[in-house]
């Protein structure tokens, strides 16, 4: 894989849609691309934006590892966000009134929605028909479920 980037100004857009202002917005774009990529098949090629200096290999490398983890926190936020019906937590029905409310309630559904992804990924795997529940979460929890 080959990298490059480079710093550029994205100008605004003329037709208005959103709060921002007249001025160029500063980025990086990263360029990550396969440049011998095998015999009949084609090439790889990321273009990101970023906001984060990229002013060495060292960064660049540092982006392309935040984008590889961009799906993984896409089902994270998705895990967080689908309703309660399987395979959500729910988080946007909830009705709190005061943040101090609804921040704990956040780290609790975000610990869930973390053991709901283990739990499918566990659940992908060949040896997961042989495998009981207290082998992959801790009692307490299969003690709380079965309640």
Known sequence: MSVAAAP???RAPESKNGHHGNE???VWIVRIWESNPPPGEEALEWLLITSHPVATAE???LVKTWYEWRWTVEELHKAICVPFTP???G???LCFQHVDRLQPAIGILSI???????LRDAGRTPQAKDRL???QIDEEYIEVLSL
């Open 87 to 89: 395979p959500g937590c």
């Open 91 to 93: 988080i946007e029905t």
């Open 133 to 135: 529940a207290r082998d």
């Open 112 to 118: 869930l929605a973390l053991t709901l992804l283990s």
């Open 24 to 26: 160029p917005l500063a």
């Open 59 to 61: 960064a660049a490398l």
């Open 8 to 10: 550029v100004l994205l």
